[in-house]
C-alpha cells in the first residue's frame, strides 16, 4: 500500500496522508482512544474495554491495512494526530447491488479536535477517493444513537437505507446503514 500524502485545503493545518506500515502502532493506539472517547458511559466498560483490545489492537490494524480492499487515511492538525478514516472496497454478502460501491468503515476524530473540520475533510477525501475510483454508491453505517453522526451524514446527502445489529462485548447495538449516490 503506497505511503503518500494527500492533499486538503482548509483554513486550518489539515494534511491527510495514506496510513503506512511504520504507522500501525500510532494508528492502532489512536483508534482505541477515539472509540474509549466516543462510547464511555454508553455501553458496559467491561464491554467496551474488550472490544477496544480486539478491534483496534495493532495485530488487526495490522491484519485491515494489508488487505487490498482497505485503504487507512491519517487526519493532522498541526503536528498532531487528529483523526482517520478507513474505506473499504470488499463487496457484501448482503450488498448483492450491481456497480461499485465502497464502506466508509470508520470516520474518528479525537475529541480534542472536534470543531476543527477534521471529520470535514475526511469525508471529503473518501468522496474523492471514490471519485477517482469510479465508486458509485457509499454506505457507511452509525450507531443509532450518536445522533450528532448521523446530522454530519445527513448534511452530506447520506439517506437511511437499513439498519443492523452489531455486537460490542456483550452489548448488542443497533447501527443505521446509510448510503449516497456519486454519480
Not at 24 to 29: D, G, K, V, W
Not at 102 to 123: D, P, S
Not at 135 to 145: P, Y
Amino acid at each position: 500500500m503506497a505511503h503518500r500524502k494527500m492533499t486538503a485545503s482548509t483554513d486550518e493545518q489539515i494534511t491527510l496522508r495514506m496510513a503506512g506500515l511504520e504507522d500501525i502502532p500510532e494508528l492502532s493506539a489512536m483508534a482505541g482512544r477515539i472509540f474509549q472517547e466516543t462510547y464511555t458511559g454508553m455501553m458496559p466498560e467491561e464491554d467496551l474495554r474488550a472490544y477496544i483490545g480486539t478491534a483496534f489492537s495493532a495485530g488487526q490494524i495490522r491484519s485491515e491495512w494489508a488487505l487490498p480492499v482497505s485503504t487507512f487515511i491519517i487526519a493532522s492538525c498541526g503536528l498532531a494526530w487528529a483523526g482517520y478514516a478507513k474505506i473499504n472496497t470488499r463487496r457484501r454478502v448482503e450488498r448483492p447491488e450491481p456497480g461499485k460501491y465502497m464502506e466508509i468503515e470508520r470516520l474518528y476524530v479525537l475529541q480534542k479536535f472536534h470543531g476543527k473540520r477534521i471529520g470535514t475533510v475526511l469525508m471529503d477525501a473518501c468522496s474523492r477517493y471514490a471519485g477517482d475510483n469510479g465508486i458509485q454508491t457509499i454506505w457507511l453505517n452509525v450507531w443509532e444513537h450518536n445522533t450528532h453522526a448521523i446530522e454530519f451524514y445527513r448534511r452530506r446527502n447520506f439517506e437511511m437505507a437499513d439498519w443492523s445489529i452489531f455486537m460490542r462485548g456483550n452489548d448488542a447495538q443497533k447501527a443505521l446503514w446509510m448510503k449516497k449516490n456519486v454519480y
